[in-house]
Every structure is written in C-alpha cells, then in structure tokens.
Nanobody, 117 residues
Framework: QVQLVESGGGLVQAGGSLRLSCAAS????????MGWFRQAPRKEREFVAS????????SYADSVKGRFTISRDNAKNTVYLQMNSLLLEDTAVYYC??????????WGQGTQVTVSS
C-alpha cells in the first residue's frame, strides 16, 4: 500500500502562508483521488480539500475556499496544499490521504500547523 508523508507544517503568524507537501512512496498516486484533512484539539477530523486523479477537479471546505489551493504533481508523486491568509482557527494537525478505493484508506502521520496572533 502507498505510504504518505506530510511536511511543511510549522508556526506562522495570522495572515501568513504555508505550503504543505505530501510525498508518496511504495506506489504511484497517479490514479488516486487525494485529499487533505485536519484535526484541531478536541475536535473531529474534518475535510479540507480534495483533488481528482487527473487534477482537473478540486473541492474545498467552505472555511478555506479562496485561501487554500490543492494541487498535485504526479511525476513527483506529491500533493500540495498552499495555505494563504491563515487564521487562528486553521491551527490543527493536517493529514494527507489517498482514495485508493471507495474511501480514503491510506493516511499520512500528519504535520502540525500552528497559527499565532
């Protein structure tokens, strides 16, 4: 099964930007839908963004529309999440996931994003 490793998280001031990366190994993600999810302390994990295998269709949570952009480079077996105009409420652990079947069934270990005032 494909393994996913997120990177790019860190501490950033409100209004700043970060770019998360999700590198896959052990197989190609070329034909998989890919998604980003996040989980804030004491909250349920929530959907952030997704991109189809071809990259031609993307979807976003209302809370991040216009601020976040998901993209993929199938040649590099990598998915990205560009996050701009970060808000305090964007603080969370961000997870990358691959939809190898009907559901997202391959997950990374997560990367922490902390937005400070």
């Amino acid at each position: 099964q494909v393994q996913l490793v997120e990177s790019g998280g860190g501490l950033v001031q409100a209004g700043g930007s970060l770019r998360l990366s999700c590198a896959a190994s052990g197989g190609t993600i070329r034909y998989y839908g890919m998604g980003w999810f996040r989980q804030a302390p004491r909250k349920e994990r929530e959907f952030v963004a997704s991109i189809r295998w071809s990259g031609g269709y993307t979807s976003y949570a209302d809370s991040v529309k216009g601020r976040f952009t998901i993209s993929r480079d199938n040649a590099k077996n990598t998915v990205y999440l560009q996050m701009n105009s970060l808000l305090l409420e964007d603080t969370a652990v961000y997870y990358c996931a691959a939809q190898t079947g009907v559901t997202y069934d391959a997950w990374g270990q997560g990367t922490q994003v902390t937005v400070s005032s």
